[in-house]
């Protein structure tokens, strides 16, 4: 049980990585289908799997009906590294968040085992969680989130396994982040220019810091102060 509950309307840092530090996507597909997830799951209504969703889907397309899609959480920023991922997260509905992600890792857990023949947990443990109730706080998280991949040395092999809500940023067309909260956040940086060079400033700030780490090392993250 976690020492504080996760509030609705409030901001968070949340992340986790693979078990032993093992990467979590092998190849394009696993991380297309961690995207999938990310977008399916998000919502109230329970979809079963990934495969009862595209059916259904295919079927109210037939039938004409509109699929019912109400969020648990606002995506503000995210990164997918090969081995990690990180998000910030706005609780939308009480218990939001945990519901989110117990049904993102669980799902892609069990597709990345049927896939791999393996068993067991693919996450360390279920996920961490930063409240981020600080402005000052909030803008360092921001900017390390947004680009994380900058943070890391990642092996050029393993390049094409990133995505990151910067793109989204950059050409203020947002899909995963959520419009309100994207446009918010272009708003109080006087536009996406000016939030990419925050953005650029942070992970400067943090390489000068500690350099660019390994994907093996654990991340250091931004000091509230």
């Known amino acids: 049980m976690r020492k504080q509950p996760i509030v609705t309307g409030e901001y968070y840092h949340i992340y986790n990585r693979g078990v032993d530090k093992r990467d979590i996507f092998n190849d394009k597909e696993d991380l297309h289908r961690f995207i999938e997830s990310i977008c399916e799951f998000n919502q109230i209504d329970g979809i079963g799997s990934i495969r009862d969703l595209r059916k259904s889907k295919s079927e109210s397309k037939a039938l004409h009906l509109p699929i019912s899609k109400d969020p648990l959480v606002a995506i503000v920023a995210y990164c997918l590294n090969p081995n990690h991922f990180h998000f910030i997260l706005k609780q939308l509905v009480d218990g939001g968040i945990a519901k989110f992600m117990q049904k993102l890792q669980g799902g892609y857990t069990y597709y990345f085992n049927v896939k791999n023949f393996r068993s067991g947990s693919l996450f360390q443990g279920t996920f961490k969680s930063h409240l981020m109730n600080d402005e000052n706080y909030f803008n360092k998280t921001l900017g390390y989130v947004n ?79």
């Open 147 to 225: 680009k994380n991949y900058a943070i890391h040395t990642i092996p050029k092999n393993k390049q094409h396994l990133v995505f990151a809500s910067d793109i989204e940023y950059e050409n203020n067309n947002f899909n995963f982040i959520s419009k309100i909260e994207g446009n918010r956040i272009l708003e109080i940086f006087n536009g996406n220019k000016d939030f990419k060079k925050h953005c650029d400033e942070i992970v400067e700030i943090i390489r000068q810091e500690r350099g660019k780490t390994s994907l093996l090392e654990e991340d250091n993250l931004p000091d509230r102060v």
